[in-house]
């Protein structure tokens, strides 16, 4: 269980610590608040207002150099792309096929992570251009060319209960009343990233269903698995994966008890089927804070714990993203 305790030496670990030892104190919790928007505001402000830095850029005075790069990327995994950016030219706008995307300067680079839909239908190819200012000039230019290759999902069938298969009109109901909430969750991320460190898994433990699974549930109805499952008995304790803000805890129809976290830059990450949640909406959580206890409510064959990531509004490989760094 140990092992991944050592990525939380994050520099901002003891100022964010202190918030949640004193978060049940309403008047500490005011006044604290209004440090800790400075304090992360202070880390997304420095050049322009729609770029976001974990570093600081420097000023020589020299423009900088672009040479387009290739990358490869896969349906529904992260690429981590970045190009050299330790000049005074700063970035107004990433634009991948017309997509403006969240990006950050951090050891020389500017860095983006890319992402298509599981569903990207093939073979896919766009470029990302870059706007950036230099002695008062507007420059635009390519900066990534992307092509998007092919990715063999795998499937498997699973049994469970009748009812989360075919659902009841207030089912159906519920679902929709859910599915508009946790929209209005993605919609409201903080711009910049939280983390300063890379992504970790929630448990060290084996994965029963990787992400992108296709699912044929009871031999008929189908889907695709766009989490990843650790296997976990009930009441083990899950670990927070980066740091971020507690968004949502509820009890959800097909994910039961569930913690969504906003670890800014357009990235949430969601557990599901916990059977005890042990953060509140507003905590500041940090890579490995217990943010529950796993379980087996909602749709679920067994206790298990089901990691979602949410990147750029699409679901997407957990793993990917903490192989791809920061
Ligand atoms: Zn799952």
């Known amino acids: 269980m140990g092992g991944e305790r050592n990525i939380s030496q994050a520099p901002d670990r003891g100022k964010v610590f202190m918030f949640r030892g004193i978060r049940r104190n309403p008047w500490c919790l ?28 420097t000023d020589d005075g020299q423009e900088v150099k672009i ?50 839909s599981y569903f990207t239908k093939l073979p896919r190819h766009y470029v990302c251009f870059v706007t950036y200012t230099f ?22 069938r699973l049994q469970v209960d009748k009812k989360h298969i075919v659902l009841s009109p207030a089912d159906q109901q519920r679902v929709a009343l859910e599915q508009k909430k946790t929209a209005e969750v993605y919609r409201h991320g903080h711009p910049g990233p939280y983390f300063k460190t890379p992504f970790v898994r929630p448990l060290p433990s084996k994965i029963t269903s990787y992400y992108g699974r296709k699912r044929i549930f009871n031999k008929g109805y189908r889907s695709q698995h766009l989490g990843t499952d650790f296997r976990a008995a009930i009441g083990t304790p899950i670990k927070n994966v980066n740091t971020g803000k507690v968004m949502l805890t509820d009890d959800l129809f097909y994910t039961g008890n569930t913690v969504i976290v906003d670890h800014g830059l357009g990235i949430f990450s969601v557990y599901g089927h916990l059977s005890e949640i042990q953060v509140e909406v507003g905590d500041i959580v940090l890579p490995g804070d217990i943010i529950g206890l796993s379980g087996d409510t909602g749709r679920v064959s067994g206790p298990h714990l089901h990691w979602g990531l949410k990147m750029q509004g699409l679901y997407t490989d957990g793993l990917s993203l903490v192989r791809a760094g920061i």
């Open 135 to 156: 002695k008062q000039q507007v420059k635009t230019k390519d900066l990534w060319h992307v092509t998007v290759h092919k990715f063999k999902y795998a499937s498997e």
């Open 30 to 57: 005011l006044s604290l608040w209004g440090m800790l928007v400075l304090f992360l505001g202070g880390c997304s402000s420095t050049v322009v207002h729609n770029t976001f830095t974990i570093d600081e850029l």
């Open 67 to 116: 040479v387009p790069q290739d990358v490869i990327t896969y349906p529904g995994k992260v690429t981590l792309a970045q190009h050299p950016w330790d000049a005074s030219s700063p970035i107004q706008g990433i634009k991948c096929d017309d997509k403006e995307i969240p990006f950050y300067y951090h050891q020389g680079a500017v860095k983006a992570y890319l992402t298509d």
